[in-house]
């Protein structure tokens, strides 16, 4: 379905694959109108890929919640999530970043990933929430179990069977199991973290129960460091694919914010997400009925030369850029800010101390496998 990774223009901005029985929107107007319109089109699409799941603990899973209660969520967790809170971290993502790179042996080169844009995200995620950052090589097995189970339901829709179906609600009461334990410590003991912000945040009398907690710290830390990751990743690649862009950004690093939304547009980390209609919709010319599932393609989205000149050209200076990297509308990305930030501050101390950064000929990177997930799971780099 990356059609352009194939080099091929989609046909039509909406299409429906007959095979898999999903409504494939690849146009930007058409994907924002999608967005724009959660009544029409719901975000809670697990009854439709398995309709007979057993009844689970799905309070707090903000993704796949629809209006009112999304909305409801949103403003608690907001509350704890805020923009002050995440700016506060830029001294310690720094910090974090330049330990990281002192670790690094300069005269062999990098792994991109495994030395930086893996370890910081999962460990500012974790200060974050206040959990112990030593676990994050459990974190790191939690994601690599989530995107591998995705894996599977990539080769068929099929594979999205009851067994694989039980196998993700497994790791995921397991997940929610452990967030809900610290959770539970901080009600006990509050602390200055994130969690104790969750336990205390209050909208109409109401709190978020301790289910609906230990599911939403799953979402954070899951959302909150995989994607990160790919980011940094995804914009390395980027500048060293295009020459041009590189010596500009080196000269001058101010470029580095746009340097990052760009990256977002070519390559967005989550280039798929889905939807569900609700009622018979309208949609770039095609009549959608009730009950379909709609892929939501960001990646073509963001390549769609209707809204952008030059799509497959990487331009940090395009202004503006209304990429869709984190959605739009009501499920824009909780995390932006902090995605953002750490993604600019690492790309800055990254051209910083290592201005001669390039992909080794000799060990290319390796990517992810899953057509949702878009960037590298191993980078080597050279430093010199
Ligand atoms: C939602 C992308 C980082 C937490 C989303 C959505 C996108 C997205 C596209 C919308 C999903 C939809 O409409 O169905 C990204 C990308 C990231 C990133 C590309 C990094 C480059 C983060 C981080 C966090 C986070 C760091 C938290 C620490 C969330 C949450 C939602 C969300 C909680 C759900 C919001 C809602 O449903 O109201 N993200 N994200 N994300 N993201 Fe991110």
């Known amino acids: 379905a990356h059609f352009w990774l194939r080099g091929q223009e989609p046909a039509r901005a909406v299409e429906f694959d007959e095979r898999l029985g999903v409504w494939n929107v690849y146009g930007h107007p058409e994907a924002v109108e999608v967005f724009a319109d959660p009544g029409g089109y719901s975000s809670d699409i697990v009854h439709h890929f398995a309709p007979d799941l057993p009844e689970y603990e799905r309070s707090g899973m903000l993704t796949q919640m629809d209006p009112p209660e999304h909305r409801k969520l949103r403003r608690l967790v907001s509350r704890a999530f805020t923009p002050r809170l995440v700016a506060g971290l830029a001294p310690r993502i720094g910090a974090l970043t330049h330990e990281l790179l002192d670790r690094v042996d300069g005269g062999s ?11 910081l995200p999962v460990t500012v995620i974790a200060e974050l929430l206040g959990v112990p950052s030593e676990d994050r090589e459990l974190f790191r097995e939690w994601a690599e179990e989530l995107l591998a189970r995705s894996e599977v339901a990539a080769v068929g829709r099929t594979a999205r069977s009851a067994d694989m179906v039980a196998a993700v609600l497994d790791l995921s009461a397991r997940m929610s199991a452990y967030f809900g334990a610290h959770a539970e410590e901080r009600r006990r003991r509050p602390q200055d973290d994130l969690l104790t912000a969750l336990v205390r945040a209050e909208v109409d009398g109401e709190r978020l129960s301790a289910a609906a907690l230990g599911n939403f710290a ?16 995804n914009a390395v690649l980027c500048l060293d694919a295009h020459a041009g862009a590189r010596e500009r950004v080196r000269a001058d690093r101010t470029l580095v914010p746009a340097v990052i939304e760009e990256a977002l547009r070519l390559l967005p980390p989550f280039s798929m997400f889905y939807r569900a209609t609700t009622r018979a919709v309208e949609l770039g010319g095609r ?18 030369a209707r809204v952008f000149a030059d799509p497959h050209g990487f331009h940090p200076e395009r202004d503006p850029n209304p990429h869709l990297g984190f959605g739009r509308g009501i499920h824009f990305c909780l995390g932006a800010p902090l995605a953002r930030i750490e993604a600019r501050i690492a790309l800055d101390i990254l051209l910083e101390r290592f201005p001669a950064l390039r992909t080794d000929p000799g060990r290319p990177p390796v990517f992810q496998t899953t057509p949702e997930v878009v960037g590298p799971r191993t980078l080597p780099l050279l430093t010199a």
Do not use: C, E, F
């Not at 080169?109 to 370890?119: K, N, W, Y």
């Open 218 to 233: 799953q979402l954070l830390l899951v959302a909150g460091h995989v994607t990160t990751t790919i980011l940094l990743g």
């Open 287 to 304: 009549r959608l009925p009730a009950g379909q599932v709609v892929a939501l393609w960001l990646g073509a989205a963001n390549r769609d």
């Open 109 to 119: 080169g990098l792994d991109l990933v495994a030395d930086l844009a893996h370890p």
